[in-house]
């Protein structure tokens, strides 16, 4: 087809009216007509594998409706640039080959004339391409960290190991770097730490956008999917939130809808199914999120397909203040004991110990049904944290895991801010893998503990600095970190702080930037304090301090810890796992040095090792 002519605006005559089709100029293969104030026809005109669409972010969405030979295919909400393109999105035209492609687009600003419509920076920019550039463009994406090649990502769910494959799905908009569009991207890995990037593997259907959820290995078939299945239950996010399923036939890489979706619908909001096999009852169990009610609804089933809801958990307990979401639940022996306890996980968001998004947990009994919490001394339930920094969220485990593990993975991000922070290409990395385990507390309360996948250990590159020890005060030693290595690096060091108020190690750039990690003998925590990290003006509930009990009561004192610094996050494990905290930073230049000093007296610090990464 000869493309010029659609380069130009045609004015057409009928009779007295002088129709404006309103075809202007666009990008390569493409044919832009205007049909209202907010009506716009894109036509793929050329031959390629992608229509590239202009975002501007700050703009508002367009519904862009994708018509194929005439039919809507698939809807997709996209914030077209009106007065300048921030970056494009990839539609694949892949499934659409020999098809005429258009897309009837309706955009939601405010003006009066199509003349002015055409104005908006989008239409001369559309084009299609045989490529689309996925190559990191951004300084703050982290090097051993999972993020998406572009776009919004929250959530992990879904995921399930499969053949020495860990799948990893996650909550994905492909096309713009904020939440919308809810679609489960996957990427998958053999290690946990190198990640392959897949196609999307459920996008949004005729039920809804397709929100969190879960998978299990059907090996007995018990859905009739197959012996080989997958099995997908995800909430079907619409007008109303329903359960809907999905199963793959080829590990993990597609899915198929189930055509007799929904499985599980009320009449009120839930969400984020999670399911496993429960080895005690021979029965599949779900936890379903009643996040307004704040509680989770147990069921149970022996097919994947039809579910009784068994019990209600929670109402009333532990944190309330916001929504309750992204359940899990599975159990674990307690180390040091016979016991086994089941632990429930529960993401609230808000309400969680430093504002906004948080991790809490509930150690109790499960016998199919009902679960029922420990309570402490007094007789309440005690509000258990995950992490005690601002940054993992909707954090829950693989299903199906090898040699008995529990492997947790979350969103490194704050539903306070995530949209905001300082990053374009993509939003959003995952936490590193961690192993959960259980451990009795001086209190006689069973907590859980986090630490790093045995996986992340084969990242540990050159060990860039060594030291038996040093005793420091106020003065403060400094120790260089791998700035050659854009600062990413992992360090273990061991404090005795006996003799000291405090403990400060202190993570600086030339820039006068830092981070400040404290720990206090005295009330036995670490703190975290990110106030004047970087850039950290994105939004006002970012620059805080965070801290985080340091457990072990009988070493109070000493601490030990384990750090990994990855471009724009911190994630340290204190007591072998006992307390974790995860906070993102957003350093103009990488942190450069650490400061190590005491207040109060003089500190030991032992077994200080580096390795960059
Ligand atoms: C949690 C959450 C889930 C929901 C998903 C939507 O972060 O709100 O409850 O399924 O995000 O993307």
């Not at 080989?228 to 939130?241: C, E, F, K, P, R």
Request: contains cysteine; proline residues 5%.
């Amino acid at each position: 087809m000869d493309k010029s002519k659609f380069n130009i605006a045609t004015m057409i005559v009928v009779g007295n009216m002088l129709l404006s089709s309103g075809i202007a100029s666009a990008g390569e293969g493409v044919a832009v007509n205007h049909l209202g104030v907010n009506n716009t026809l894109v036509r793929v005109e050329g031959d390629g594998r992608y229509l590239l669409m202009p975002v501007q972010e700050s703009n508002d969405d367009a519904t862009v409706n994708v018509l194929v030979d005439g039919k809507i295919e698939q809807t997709v909400y996209v914030r077209l640039a009106k007065s300048k393109v921030d970056y494009m999105v990839p539609l694949d035209l892949e499934k659409y080959r020999g098809h005429d492609v258009v897309l009837n687009i309706v955009t939601s600003q405010n003006r009066a004339t199509v003349r002015e419509a055409k104005e908006d920076a989008c239409w001369s920019r559309f084009c299609v391409s045989d490529t689309f550039d996925t190559s990191n463009r951004e300084k703050y994406r982290p090097a051993y960290h999972h993020t998406p090649l572009y776009g919004w990502m929250n959530d992990p769910n879904g995921m399930v190991y499969k053949d020495g494959v860990w799948h990893l799905y996650y909550q994905y908009n492909p096309y713009g770097s904020k939440w919308q569009n809810m679609t489960w991207g996957h990427s998958s890995s053999a290690d946990l730490v190198h990640w392959t990037h897949h196609p999307l593997a459920i996008v949004p259907n005729g039920l809804g956008s397709v929100f969190s959820g879960s998978s299990v290995l059907d090996t007995a078939n018990t859905a009739g999917f197959g012996d080989d299945a997958i099995v997908s239950l995800y909430t079907s996010a619409g007008v109303s939130q329903i359960q809907s399923l999905a199963w793959s036939a080829d590990n993990g890489a597609t899915f198929n809808i189930y055509p007799a979706n929904p499985v599980i619908t009320l009449e009120s909001e839930a969400r984020d199914p999670n399911m496993f096999w429960n080895n005690h009852t021979g029965e599949w169990n779900l936890l379903l999120a009643h996040p307004l009610d704040h509680e989770m609804l147990i069921f149970s089933s022996p097919n994947l397909k039809d579910w009784s809801l068994k019990s209600v958990f929670g109402k009333g307990l532990g944190c309330q203040d916001g929504v309750w979401e992204c359940p899990d639940m599975f159990e674990l022996p307690v180390e040091g004991t016979d016991l086994k306890k089941w632990m429930l996980i529960c993401n609230i968001n808000p309400g969680g110990p430093f504002g906004g998004s948080g991790i809490q947990y509930f150690i109790g009994d499960f016998d199919g049904a009902v679960f029922t919490p420990d309570r402490d001394a007094e007789g309440n339930v005690p509000t258990k944290w995950l992490d005690f920094g601002k940054d993992n969220y909707a954090a829950v485990s693989w299903s199906d895991a090898p040699d008995g593990r529990r492997t947790i993975i979350g969103w490194m991000s704050n539903w306070q801010y995530a949209a905001e922070v300082p990053t374009v290409q993509y939003r959003s990395a995952n936490t590193l893998p961690r192993e959960v385990g259980l451990f009795k507390g001086a209190d006689g309360q069973i907590y859980a503990s986090t630490v790093p996948s045995p996986e992340v250990d084969t990242l540990r590159g050159s060990l860039f600095k060594k030291y038996k020890g040093m005793s420091v005060g106020a003065k403060g030693n400094v120790v260089p970190l791998p700035v050659g290595n854009g600062g990413i690096c992992e360090i273990l060091l061991d404090i005795d702080a006996r003799k000291a108020d405090e403990v400060m190690l202190n993570f600086s750039n030339e820039k006068g930037e830092y981070v400040t990690v404290g720990y206090k003998p005295g009330e036995h925590t670490v703190s975290f304090d990110r106030i004047n990290s970087g850039i950290t003006d994105f939004s006002q509930d970012f620059p805080v301090v965070t801290v985080a009990p340091a457990f072990d009561e009988d070493s109070r004192g000493h601490i030990s810890l384990r750090i990994f610094i990855d471009r724009s996050s911190m994630e340290i494990f204190g007591q072998d796992g006992k307390f974790a905290m995860t906070n993102i930073v957003f350093p103009t230049e990488p942190y450069s040095s650490l400061t190590v000093s005491a207040v109060g007296g003089k500190a030991d610090i032992r077994n200080v090792r580096i390795y960059s990464m």
